[in-house]
């Protein structure tokens, strides 16, 4: 029954953006070697930068794994968690490997939809030796985990932070203190947006989506002094706090983002600030190492690192956890070739690969890794953001992250089934707010009325 519930939920999601498959244009296939490759693994994953980067390695893993070919499906954020979610909760097995994130993890592990990977490196002792699990950060290897048991591994992991252009502070005669509020960050963009000149006071996720607008709103909201839902899985989303969180996010970007903002997500940001479009950006910390490779960005030698903002209401929250992670469906007849590639994709040996191929050790994937973060060439070539980084990831607690006590675990997300459809919808909300569709009033009402029903439907209010 569970599971007939979290396919509606993901029926609703697909609904929500039609014109998710359509995107689907963007698969393809990489198989290099010989044509009569034993096995072809299926491999779904996101567009982001470090995903492409992946995928362009595929001649190195061929190398290490001549018999095994892979075929890419390479989607945008939303309609990649939509595509994934129906295929494994379905156990259609159209996917042999599967990026997925902090939050699906412990969610179909318990349904039984994923592989446990404990058994795997059990049965191939050389690759656990050179892997070196310990050597994964333990908050995210937690994440990851299902009692007990691990279900994916950490392709990269983040936190939230602020970046900003320090040449654009300092010719206004602005400090950036490394612990920064939201008012202050509206203070700056107040004085930093020069629209007239291409340039905009602050870059915020607009694109609806529970992992995209509402990623970054939701740290907004614990900071604030909001939640979800009470203790008694009473809905919150008419409360004072959400309010105050909802009117001060609206009126930022209004007022100081770019024109479209409900078009932008990270990627569409990453891109902004990149070119010198953003005077502040706050968004996921792996676009650090992003800023900071001269290939892609031009803004390398003016970009500045600090923490993500907090709020009035509370500190607790004002950073999120999450970790784009690799995982073998249980569906799929290719566990072994599957487990070749998310260990290889996951290793310290990618990790050096990646930094030779960019030709800088602040291009690899963050977050992951003890060992990145003592290697005395990751040290120097990240050295602006490292620390900032590591530290935010380790102080982010999905089990504290509100100020009044909660019943779920999550920092940016609620960690229950529903949220997937839940996040997505009031993501829709208050972007309607955002383009002037409705009002603010109206969106959290709309919220709360979902949240409710979430509630009650869910079985979670007694």
Known sequence: ??????????????????????????????????????????????????????????????KAYPDISLKWVVLPENELRQKVTLDIASNAGEFDVATVGTYEVPIWAKNGWLEPLDPLFGKNAGIAKSYDLKDVVLPIRKGLSYNGQLFALPFYAESSMTYYRKDLFAAAGLKM???PTWAQVESFAAKLNKPADGVYGV??????????NMAVFGTIVNTFGGRWFD?????????????????????????????????????????????????????????????????????????????????????????????WSLSIPKSTKKEDAAFKFVTWATSKEYIALVAKTKGTWAAVPPGTRESTYKNAEYKKAAGAFASVVLDSIKRADPTKSTRDPVPYVGVQFVGIPEFQALGTQVGQYLAGAVSGQTTIDEALAQGQAAAEKVAKEGGYQK
Request: proline share 7%; hydrophobic share 40%.
């Open 1 to 62: 029954m569970k599971h007939l519930k979290y396919l509606r939920f993901t029926a609703f999601s697909l609904k929500l953006r039609s014109s998710a498959l359509a995107a689907a244009s963007l698969c393809g296939t990489i198989a290099f070697g010989s044509a009569q490759a034993a096995t072809e693994l299926t491999i779904a994953t996101v567009n982001n930068p470090d995903m492409v980067t992946m995928q362009k390695l595929t001649p190195e893993f061929q």
């Open 231 to 323: 203790n008694s899985w009473k809905s919150q989303l008419n409360s004072p706090e959400w309010k105050s969180a909802m009117t001060f996010y609206v009126n930022l970007v209004k007022k100081y983002g770019p024109p479209g903002v409900t078009s932008n997500g990270f990627t569409e940001n990453l891109t902004l600030f990149s070119q010198g479009r953003c005077a502040m950006w706050v968004d996921a910390t792996v676009a650090a190492g992003l800023l900071s490779d001269p290939k892609s960005s031009t803004v390398v030698n003016t970009v500045g690192f600090v923490n993500a903002p907090t709020g009035p209401g509370t500190p607790r929250g004002s950073n999120w956890l999450w970790s």
């Open 177 to 179: 203190p490394i612990k």
């Open 203 to 212: 870059c915020l996720r607009g694109l609806p989506g529970w992992g995209e």
